[in-house]
């Protein structure tokens, strides 16, 4: 067995060790907590990664949103031109036209691909 002095040292080391490790717990648990929140805060739902996506998406969205109303103002320009105020019969025509799938005699037909719609 162990002489007394050799149990009271070898008390002492568990001891301080004991006492090292209470020590180290509140530190190293605030610790776990920091890095678990700051994980989150970049990786998340609503992190930063995610608000970028979210950038992304919305500027996506907003070029769509242009280019939507743009087509808007040219079918309402387009609308506007067969008012009964103001009828254009040109447009009327070439609309008509294009409804009956008609041309006249002398006239000459140059087909556009889908990509190149004229209106």
């Not at 020590?23 to 990786?43: D, I, K, M, S, T």
């Not at 739902?45 to 970028?52: I, V």
């Not at 009828?87 to 070439?94: A, I, T």
Request: charged share 30%.
């Amino acid at each position: 067995m162990l002489g007394n002095d050799e149990e009271i040292e070898h008390g002492g080391v568990l001891a301080w060790i004991g006492r090292r490790l209470r020590a180290a717990v509140l530190p190293v648990l605030f610790l776990a907590c920091c890095g678990y929140f700051v994980w989150h805060a970049v990786h998340g739902e609503r992190g930063l990664n995610a608000r970028a996506v979210r950038e992304h998406q919305i500027a996506v969205a907003t070029v769509e949103r242009d280019r939507a109303q743009s087509d808007l103002a040219a079918m309402e320009r387009r609308v506007q031109g067969l008012r009964g105020d103001r009828l254009d019969r040109d447009q009327l025509d070439e609309r008509a036209r294009q409804l009956l799938n008609m041309v006249g005699k002398d006239e000459i037909v140059i087909p556009y691909g889908p990509e190149r719609r004229l209106f």
